[in-house]
């Protein structure tokens, strides 16, 4: 009913996923004791389906120029965006484990709301949407470093641990490249199969063993699941998203309720402050940045507003790493409210921006409009 109701208003299900997920867990209307462990087990494989399909995105290839393209911009986006999550959990007494926690939640957009945004807007060919993917791709592989620090953090490992599992993240972002760009063809021969049930099946078995194998080295079994994706190329990468878009839909909505069922709602009020705080900032550090970055590409002023806002929304990566700082235990329980009423935030004002923001420019520049789109 909830994702009927989103998609009759052109919104992002998130939201209301979370919304759902707070109603009926913890301090909710109904609590759904046998809905916990369910939920638990499937958002762990929606968050492996997530990475995966995310991975299946990109070639090596594209990484790799995106990478080049648009390293500085990536830089400012890290630095820019990633500070107000810092502060403000130094300022809650949340320790450095929360403050790198909340620096990733605020610092990440939502590549699956942004994608669809561009292409509902019809704005996929405009002169800003490289800028805009450019930086998606950096922030995406910036995951893929962040995430083993940050399960190293909250493992509470010890430094030579840390450093260990650290070099060993690096590591494998290196070797799933080289192979990628040289010998992508044989990763896709061992998964693809032209049976749809055998092809699904090692799909799933693929992705669920080197997640595993990840998360055994803490290294992250979300990192893994992306990395594979990575591997993956050509048709068979496409044909693989194909199959495996309706499963990531299933498991990533069961995540995300799954993550509202372990967030007391009652939690919320005494931090929905802060949560609002965080929104505005992000959101104009977020314009900032896609301004800044489109500029350099000599995009008119209405492209570089158009870039900014399309980097606005917030939503699975936030949330993921909300979760998995959640289950290890490594954070202030009010963090997971804090990041639920962010991203409930985020996720509605994301799109909204984007589609206001012409007309906003267009007010405040009256009449001088630019003459030629982008």
């Known amino acids: 009913m909830l994702g009927r109701l989103a998609a009759r208003f052109g919104m992002s299900p998130i939201p209301l996923y979370l919304l759902g997920g707070l109603a009926f867990g913890e301090g909710g209307i109904v609590k759904m004791h046998a809905a916990t462990e369910f939920g638990r087990m499937g958002g762990e494989i929606g968050v492996v389906l997530l990475l995966l399909l995310l991975g299946l995105e990109y070639t090596a290839a594209e990484l790799m120029t995106g990478l080049r393209r648009s390293w500085l911009a990536g830089l400012l986006d890290i630095v820019a965006n990633a500070t107000p999550g810092v502060v403000v959990a130094l300022i809650l007494d949340w320790g450095v484990v929360g403050a790198v926690t909340m620096g990733g939640i605020t610092y990440i957009s939502s590549s699956g709301i942004v994608a669809k945004v561009l292409n509902d807007l019809g704005r996929l060919g405009n002169r800003e949407t490289p800028v805009v993917l450019s930086i998606l791709v950096f922030e995406d592989l910036a995951m893929a470093v962040y995430l083993p620090i940050l399960t190293m953090m909250l493992a509470g490992l010890s430094v030579a641990s840390g ?66 994706g990575i591997a993956i190329s050509g048709s068979t990468a496409q044909e693989a998203a194909k199959l495996l878009e309706p499963l990531r839909d299933l498991f990533a909505a069961i995540f995300f309720v799954a993550f509202g069922l372990g967030t007391d709602p009652r939690a919320i009020p005494p931090v929905v402050g802060w949560a609002l705080l965080l929104a505005v900032v992000t959101t104009l550090t977020k314009l900032c940045t896609g301004w800044w970055a489109a500029s350099r590409q000599g995009i008119r002023r209405m492209g570089r507003a158009r870039a900014g806002a399309a980097l606005v929304a917030h939503g699975e990566f936030s949330i993921v790493i909300a979760g998995l700082a959640v289950s290890l235990g490594g954070v202030s329980g009010r963090l997971a409210a804090l990041a639920s009423a962010y991203v409930l935030m985020m996720a509605v004002l994301g799109p909204i921006a984007a589609r206001v923001v012409e007309p906003a420019i267009r007010f405040l520049q009256r009449d001088r409009i630019d003459p030629v789109p982008g």
Not at 166 to 179: P, S
Not at 195 to 209: K, N, P
Request: positive net charge.
């Open 163 to 228: 450093l260990r599992s650290l070099a060993i993240a690096l590591v494998a972002i290196a070797v799933v490249l080289i192979v990628a760009l040289r010998h992508g063809r044989y990763v896709s021969a061992i998964v693809d199969s032209n049976d749809r049930e055998v092809f699904l099946l090692q799909l799933l078995g693929a992705a669920l063993l080197v997640s595993g194998a990840a998360s055994a080295l803490n290294v992250s079994a979300a990192v893994g699941a992306f990395l594979l």
